[in-house]
């Protein structure tokens, strides 16, 4: 999760997330030298005192700035085409959950299973276990195996919602009326945090997220305790 005075990303916990960090990187590049480039010329073009007579009328340099931007973007574009392609990819999901927005707290229900189903509420801050993060913290959270394509079902009850995850790379609006799919796969256990991102009335800074991320077996041990218990 997030820490303060952070300035990049939060570390990738599934492989887009991953391509999208390297993908970051390598725009963040290409703007950092384009700008050297620019301030480059800046202070040569103010600092200088000769002058060239050629400079309203160069064939040459006309191309090299035409060519050279679209190669440019040529380099930034198709990276980012793969990306988009991956992120909407979903094969064969192992397991399917369906979030559903409330104001102001999420609900969700595992479709494959026949009556695995719960709301997700903010812990208040009196009742805060040690360890646990204020605001961040939920009373169910959503547990999913790794290394397990994982597809959500994102709706909404009454106004939009955004299911996002960092961490994940997902970011899904749920809107009423409307199922939004998005998908996943877990690399490592873990435990990440989101929250809403769509402004969704007075209490929209109160509906976190929490996804765990656990093995297979212990998966299966929750799952079986639940069915239990509903």
């Given at each position: 999760?997030?820490?303060?005075?952070?300035?990049?990303?939060?570390?990738?916990?599934?492989?887009?997330?991953?391509?999208?960090?390297?993908?970051?990187?390598?725009?963040?590049?290409?703007?950092?030298?384009?700008?050297?480039?620019?301030?480059?010329?800046?202070?040569?073009?103010?600092?200088?005192?000769?002058?060239?007579?050629?400079?309203l009328d160069s064939q040459e340099i006309e191309i090299i700035?035409?060519?050279?931007?679209?190669?440019?973007?040529?380099?930034?574009?198709?990276?980012?085409?793969?990306?988009?392609?991956?992120?909407?990819?979903?094969?064969?999901?192992?397991?399917?959950?369906?979030?559903?927005?409330?104001?102001?707290?999420?609900?969700?229900?595992?479709?494959?299973?026949?009556?695995?189903?719960?709301?997700?509420?903010?812990?208040?801050?009196?009742?805060?276990?040690?360890?646990?993060?204020?605001?961040?913290?939920?009373?169910?959270?959503?547990?999913?195996?790794?290394?397990?394509?994982?597809?959500?079902?994102?709706?909404?009850?009454?106004?939009?919602?955004?299911?996002?995850?960092?961490?994940?790379?997902?970011?899904?609006?749920?809107?009423?009326?409307?199922?939004?799919?998005?998908?996943?796969?877990?690399?490592?256990?873990?435990?990440?945090?989101?929250?809403?991102?769509?402004?969704?009335?007075?209490?929209?800074?109160?509906?976190?997220?929490?996804?765990?991320?656990?093995?297979?077996?212990?998966?299966?041990?929750?799952?079986?305790?639940?069915?239990?218990?509903?």
């Amino acid at each position: 999760m997030a820490h303060p005075s952070q300035l990049g990303f939060q570390d990738a916990a599934q492989p887009v997330m991953e391509e999208l960090l390297h993908f970051h990187d390598h725009a963040l590049m290409i703007v950092f030298l384009i700008s050297t480039l620019v301030l480059y010329i800046i202070v040569a073009m103010v600092s200088t005192k000769l002058t060239n007579k050629y400079i309203l009328d160069s064939q040459e340099i006309e191309i090299i700035w035409t060519i050279l931007p679209a190669i440019i973007l040529i380099l930034i574009a198709l990276p980012s085409l793969r990306i988009l392609y991956l992120m909407d990819e979903i094969n064969d999901p192992h397991l399917t959950i369906k979030a559903m927005g409330h104001q102001w707290y999420w609900s969700y229900e595992y479709t494959d299973y026949s009556d695995l189903a719960f709301d997700s509420y903010m812990v208040p801050t009196q009742d805060l276990a040690p360890g646990q993060f204020r605001l961040l913290e939920t009373d169910h959270r959503m547990v999913v195996p790794v290394d397990s394509p994982i597809r959500i079902l994102v709706s909404a009850e009454d106004v939009l919602h955004s299911w996002a995850v960092p961490s994940l790379g997902v970011k899904m609006d749920a809107v009423p009326g409307r199922l939004n799919q998005t998908a996943f796969i877990l690399s490592r256990p873990g435990v990440f945090y989101g929250q809403c991102s769509e402004i969704c009335g007075a209490n929209h800074s109160f509906m976190p997220i929490v996804v765990e991320a656990v093995p297979l077996e212990h998966f299966e041990n929750w799952s079986s305790l639940m069915l239990e218990d509903a």
